[in-house]
């Protein structure tokens, strides 16, 4: 049984759409979640549908849901504010101390985090490495294990089946509640869904597109 588990990605709805689900499994046996989150989405395209946010109010909106979303998931938030789009020119050294200083206050048992150079967007490759690093400095004896998301198209080709294949439609309602909680972002990517699987059913296309939770499990040998 996990003692805490810490997610780190850089936008609010990473956690929901990526994690949401195995996070809840978590909540409901009791263990401690938090979410770091790298950053507010400020530069995010979507302004919801129709639409009620622009550039100017996106930053304060997308902050409020990141909140809502963390209150329906019961998890402790840390905004790391860092700015969106931008991760990737920190300087990797000082957001892993960064990280590593959080995961040494907390001492969780297991880390979430985005696959590095597999997970699409530069944002989330640069957190992803950053987090992994932090727990690599970290004393190997207080090493948390660390489970990263891979989402990129051809990642199972190219790093093999995933270590954890987590099935989270047992909870898919709650995953639902928790994605749609990021209004300016989901209607857009639950769109997206929908016409990959040419249905008129959101629900039904977010399931088959978000009913597994995969991750890798981080192997730290050198």
């Known amino acids: 049984m996990e ?127 950053a987090a992994i690093e932090a727990v690599r400095l970290m004393d190997p004896e207080n090493r948390p294990k660390v489970w990263a998301q891979a989402i990129s198209n051809g990642h199972v080709k190219e790093l093999g089946k995933p270590d954890i294949s987590n099935d989270v439609t047992p909870v898919f309602d709650h995953k639902m509640d928790v994605i749609l909680a990021h209004k300016s972002q989901a209607s857009g990517i639950l769109g997206q869904f929908q016409e990959n699987w040419a249905t008129e059913d959101m629900k039904e296309a977010a399931k088959k597109q978000l009913g597994k939770e995969q991750f890798y499990i981080w192997d730290f040998r050198e």
Not at 12 to 38: H, N, W
Not at 70 to 86: F, S
Request: hydrophobic fraction near 35%.
């Open 3 to 129: 003692k805490h588990v810490v997610v780190i990605y850089p936008h609010p709805d990473d956690e929901s759409f990526g994690a949401s689900g195995t996070i809840a499994q978590y909540r409901k046996q009791g263990i401690p979640v938090t979410y770091l989150c790298g950053t507010l989405g400020e530069m995010g395209r979507n302004m919801g549908s129709p639409l009620f946010a622009n550039r100017e109010t996106l930053p304060d909106i997308r902050k409020e849901e990141l909140i809502n979303a963390c209150a329906k998931l019961d998890v402790e938030l840390r905004m790391l504010g860092y700015r969106d789009k931008t991760i990737e020119f920190e300087d990797r050294d000082e957001v892993s101390e960064h990280l590593k200083g959080i995961l040494e206050e907390i001492q969780p048992s297991l880390v979430l985090t985005h696959y590095p150079e597999y997970a699409v967007h530069p944002d989330h490759n640069a957190m992803g490495a």
